[in-house]
């Protein structure tokens, strides 16, 4: 029993334990029971899974709440809304991902799991390093917000233009480097063929791998945006971790909710941004006003309070494309 009540980062070993816990049987459900065979997932299904992992989330923010205190369960409850509206900017990356390699909803799923699977170990690493930087040296922190506040600027001032997944220089180097089919193969990651040269069975990447690299290349380049927003709401490893995971899992249910509909969401950037200065901002405005630290409360209300102006003003701005065609354009 002494082991549980051992300290790591900060939190008795029986709270990681169970945090980990929760996170495996979710995984072991997913692709053990509900997706053991590849089939698409409707919009239906995608909405009641999306609502499932956002209700668990919440309800282990509960639970952070009432073991930790009110300012703990603010700082989750916040991290996990900052953290899953930056995740809703990866959707739209995934989408182009996925478009660009001709991938068919049968198969999304597949990458999608995996790839959160890896997000969970980078995140791990980079959430972990960041801890290190923000206790060795608490000017670390200001770094952070800074960052958080140049990059909501450049947000703001620089149009979103659509990247050419055709020049990646990774996908470029890869295909150099391997051996990559030209066509899909069912599921499967890699594939045995005769080489063209040799004529001798060989090992080769299919589409799927590489459409699966390139989605664990965004959640790092997104990493980077959203691992220093969570430090500058908490310093708690586990707050930080906790939350950001949870944001996570739900992201794959919530792509195949919202792939169909993203054009809706055209102006969620922008909100975005917003977000990350003034995360970032706050840091110093604490500062500014003799506080130790910026309220949990005003800060969760404040997120709240962007968040659903970017959303409710994108889906005003798109309405019309809701509306059927009149007869004259049919």
Do not use: C
Not at 45 to 55: R, V
């Amino acid at each position: 029993m002494e082991f549980f009540l051992i300290e790591w980062l900060g939190k008795p070993a029986w709270m990681w334990l169970g945090f980990f816990a929760i996170v495996a049987a979710l995984l072991a459900l997913d692709l053990g029971v509900l997706h053991r065979r590849p089939r698409e997932i409707g919009v239906r299904e995608s909405l009641l899974l999306s609502a499932g992992y956002m209700t668990l989330g919440l309800s282990f923010g509960g639970l952070v709440w009432w073991q930790l205190g009110e300012t703990a369960g603010l700082q989750y409850l916040t991290g996990f809304i900052v953290e899953k509206s930056l995740a809703l900017d990866n959707i739209f990356v995934i989408a182009l991902i996925f478009g660009f390699f001709a991938i068919p909803r049968l198969y999304q799923h597949r990458v999608l799991f995996w790839g959160i699977l890896g997000v969970i170990v980078l995140r791990a690493i980079m959430i972990g390093i960041g801890a290190i930087l923000v206790a060795q040296f608490s000017w670390a922190l200001y770094i952070f917000a800074a960052f958080l506040v140049l990059t909501g600027i450049k947000m703001l001032m620089v149009e979103n233009n659509t990247a050419d997944l055709s020049n990646n220089p990774v996908l470029k180097l890869i295909r150099r480097r391997f051996r990559v089919t030209d066509t899909l193969h069912g599921e499967r990651f890699f594939v045995t063929l005769p080489d063209p040269a040799t004529g001798r069975a060989v090992r080769f990447l299919t589409p799927l791998f590489l459409a699966l690299i390139l989605i664990e290349i965004a959640d790092i380049v997104f990493a980077v945006d959203s691992v220093p927003a969570i430090f500058a709401i908490t310093t708690d490893p586990y707050l930080v971790y906790t939350s950001n995971i949870f944001a996570i899992l739900g992201l794959r249910a919530l792509y195949f909710a919202l792939a169909a509909v993203l054009h809706r969401f055209a102006y969620l950037k922008q909100a975005l941004a917003v977000l990350l200065i003034f995360i970032g901002s706050k840091i110093f405005a604490a500062d500014l006003f003799g506080l130790e630290k910026f309220p949990a409360s005003w800060s969760l209300g404040v997120t709240f309070a962007i968040l659903a102006a970017g959303i409710f003003y994108s889906l005003w701005r798109t309405r019309s494309s809701l509306q059927p065609a009149s007869n004259g354009d049919i």
